[in-house]
């Protein structure tokens, strides 16, 4: 019924830029908190930086001062604005959100992620 469905990944030099995108469809009425989480070979899957509804924005230490995230309501989708990458930050990258639908179900769903390799 809900799609999550993630773009924009792909390979950078280190210190370049990636702005990730989510897009969400399906049979949605609204979109409440949504977020980005990355995992790295070997590791287990963290938290990269999370928005709720109203803007209110929480961001992994590890990122602060560097990602962006910033949604758009009108357009269900959520995006990922990454500045000054490093090695560190390769890792696939997956969207998630709670997601209700027209006919009044909640939903935790989470998109089927997108590449991103930080290298020289």
């Known amino acids: 019924q809900v799609q999550l469905v993630e773009s924009g990944g792909g390979l950078v030099q280190p210190g370049g830029s990636l702005r990730l995108s989510c897009a969400a469809s399906?049979?949605?009425?609204?979109?409440?908190?949504m977020g980005w989480y990355r995992q790295a070979p070997g590791n287990q899957r963290e938290l990269v930086a999370t928005?709720?509804?109203?803007?209110?924005?929480n961001y992994a230490d590890s990122v602060k001062g560097r990602f962006t995230i910033s949604r758009d309501n009108a357009k269900n989708t959520v995006y990922l604005q990454m500045n000054s990458l490093r090695p560190e930050d390769t890792a696939v990258y997956y969207c998630?959100?709670?997601?209700?639908?027209?006919?009044?179900?909640?939903?935790?769903?989470w998109g089927q992620g997108t590449q991103v390799t930080v290298s020289s």
């Open positions: 928005i709720t509804r109203d803007d209110s924005t």
């Open positions: 998630n959100g709670l997601v209700l639908t027209t006919s009044l179900t909640m939903y935790d769903c």
């Open positions: 399906g049979t949605i009425r609204r979109l409440y908190t």
